[in-house]
């Protein structure tokens, strides 16, 4: 009687939650007359992506292709409405006239949760408006030429590596030397750590780098259309340990360059010059290099 009672009641939320998906939610760009993509109660137009089949990218691209004979484009995530815009002229206006109003990336983002989420691409409203003030000043063609000598450092760490790599005549994984390449970059100019990860390809610094983006593909499609479901349930996007590594990492290089007076032209130090002062000094340099891009 009980399981009979259990299941009734199932059936009758289920069809309620059905009746409310299909004729209130999923009504939304029908009664503003868009175009949209015929969704699937309960989770929209997302099942590709929250079972993994599709990558994010390949999925809009994929609607957008076939559908691109439309100006915007519906579709839901879950209980979200959301726009594909096609129309050049309507991304024009979206961009640039209208960019006070769109520049909220309405994905997850709690930095109580998950610290590394406290960037440009995650913030809004006003952290970020005052975070991309900060920083701003930190990507002027003056401050990245100043950072030329320690890219180049990293640059010529490759260069060695493929020559010996071509003497012997070895075949090589592009993609994977280059991603090493690219950790040493971002290692030596945000931390001014020498990650070394051109030679030493399963460090630390590699290993963490890589489980930055060894993320389930339920969790990317929850962090980019349905981020309240993330932030109900406290879920990090970004492993503890993976947070915990860089925040300590980065903590210490403050430390030690704050006790040993190291000054060095990477972005470290510019961030250390927001922390200390709340600004970046300028080049000073009169031919405008100190523009930002």
Not at 75 to 95: E, R, T
Not at 235 to 258: A, C, G, H, Q, W
Request: glycine letters at 6%; one cysteine or more.
């Amino acid at each position: 009687m009980v399981l009979a009672e259990l299941i009734g009641a199932a059936i009758v939320v289920s069809s309620i939650l059905y009746i409310y998906f299909k004729f209130a939610i999923f009504n939304f760009w029908s009664d503003k007359g868009v175009f949209y993509l015929e969704p699937v109660v309960p989770i929209g137009n997302i099942f590709n992506l929250l079972i993994g089949r599709k990558q994010i990218g390949i999925f809009l691209h994929e609607i957008y292709s076939k559908h691109k004979s439309h100006r915007v484009i519906g579709l839901y995530s879950i209980h979200k409405p959301n726009l594909i815009i096609a129309d050049l002229n309507l991304i024009q206006m979206v961009l640039t006239k209208e960019f006070s109003t769109f520049h909220d990336r309405g994905v997850f983002c709690n930095e109580q949760i998950d610290p590394l989420m406290g960037n440009l691409f995650a913030l809004s409203g006003k952290k970020w408006r005052n975070l991309r003030v900060k920083l701003t000043p930190t990507f002027t063609s003056g401050k990245i030429k100043q950072m030329f000598t320690v890219l180049k450092e990293s640059s010529d760490e490759l260069t060695k590596y493929l020559e010996v790599k071509a003497q012997m005549k070895d075949s090589i994984d592009i993609k994977d030397i280059f991603a090493r390449y690219t950790t040493d970059v971002i290692m030596t100019t945000a931390f001014g750590v020498k990650s070394n990860c051109i030679e030493e390809p399963n460090n630390e610094y590699r290993s963490m780098g890589k489980k930055i983006f060894d993320i389930n593909s339920i969790w990317i499609a929850l962090f980019m259309f349905a981020p309240q479901i993330l932030e109900f349930f406290s879920i990090s996007l970004t492993p503890r340990e993976v947070s915990s590594f860089y925040m300590n990492m980065f903590r210490e290089n403050v430390e030690y360059r704050d006790k040993h007076n190291v000054v060095r032209h990477d972005f470290m130090n510019l961030l250390i010059q927001l922390m200390k002062k709340g600004y970046v000094e300028s080049d000073g340099d009169k031919n405008g290099i100190d523009e930002p891009f």
